[in-house]
């Protein structure tokens, strides 16, 4: 499955088969958009591509076809950061002939006709005007109706219908978009909270690794936050980096495991940030130290690596494109539903099996981080949880105070209690546990979290 990928990948960002579907946008959008003068003359059109480096040669495909036909109009890229494709640093700002803070503004201008993007604006990003959309990325879930939804922004002035609006879509299957649109068509309710206590927990692992000091993190945050510039901040990422690649000696799994952990903690916060008080100050500041090494840490997968000498003998004179679909109608269901949260169990790169006990997840990873000392079997290590879990949900409080409880903070208190009752009849037979449950703050708070989660697989 995962040569898989990499083949299709290698195929569909190569820059002839990009030059292929550049001549079949504008052979659409100039006739079909511009020359109709769809939307009183000033429809524009977003094409979304896999990556940065996709939406770069795309962006240069798309230019040199408009230099052949005379440059009827403009296109802008938008991307962040720098990205280096063929030996050349490229930036959105180099690349459009104007300041990244000015995209926004300068694609509202009636010569831009096309942005190409990425990941950036691909939601959020209000223009009217747009009304086609030429999509090349994997799109699903939240972010296909999102990213799609891009269209959906009323234009009255400039008569915008639903027949101008168009989507030519290269990656997805119909049914891709219909299963990604079900959840959001009528009414949506989440199934249940994010449990962002996982941050705790996630960000003790990734502290324990030795990748970062916290002292460069928090020189990272003092300098980023004043602005200093840019070549000041690298060296203290490049010296966590160098920790990473060479001076821990990491094993690759080891490796890959750092890396998941630090875009789960990256994730799972950015989501959260956004909705929830500014409490934590730590989470933040290892958020943002996180943001920019995570680039900066590479990972060896074998299996992959040995794909390279296949995928230098592609011939790509074969490659072809076929029109599978056209005009056809999307029929979504009606019927209220729901989604799940986010995740909440830490992910890494150790064992992972899809169809693992989300209840021996939770265990193995408390027990990782804590009774690995305890001369004990894992099998006795987990069997220890499972009889703290049952205690708890014996308790003559358990049903009243915390199932049927709607409220959460008065639910978490009443755990609280519920907890400290059951460690106390166990203090005699559990000294050591108790102890750390007494005495150490991170054990509690990881016991307490562990024994929340596993309550709420009840």
Partial sequence: MKAQKKLRAFVEQHQQTINTKAEIILDHFIPKVVNTKKLKGKAKAMVITQSIESAIRYFKALQRILMDKGNPFKIAIAFSGTKMVDGIEYTEAEMNGFSEKDTKEKFDEDEYRILVVANKYLTGFDQPKLSAM???KKLQGVLAVQALSRLNRSANKLGKKTEDLFVLDFFNSTDDIKNSFDPFYTATSLSGATDVNVLHELKDVLDDVGVYEWEEVEEFNEKFFNKVDAQELSPLTERAAERFIHELELEDDDKADFKIKAKQFVKIY???AAI???QIVDWEKLFWFLKFLIPKLPIKNQDIDTLDELLESVDLSTYGLERVRLNESIGLDDSESSVDPQNPNPRGAH???EDKDPLDLIIQSFNERWFDS??????????KLISYNKS???HPDFETKLVNNIDNQNSDL???KIIDEVMSSKRKQELEVYKLYAKDETFYRAFFDTM???SSLK
């Avoid at 305890?374 to 069997?383: I, Q």
């Fill in 452 to 454: 929340k989660r596993m």
């Fill in 270 to 272: 950015g989501q959260m």
């Fill in 392 to 394: 708890i949900q014996a």
């Fill in 276 to 278: 929830m008080p500014y």
């Fill in 414 to 416: 009443a755990l609280k």
């Fill in 374 to 383: 305890f001369g004990e079997t894992a099998e006795e290590r987990k069997l």
């Fill in 134 to 136: 030429y999509v090349d």
């Fill in 351 to 353: 064992g992972q099996d």
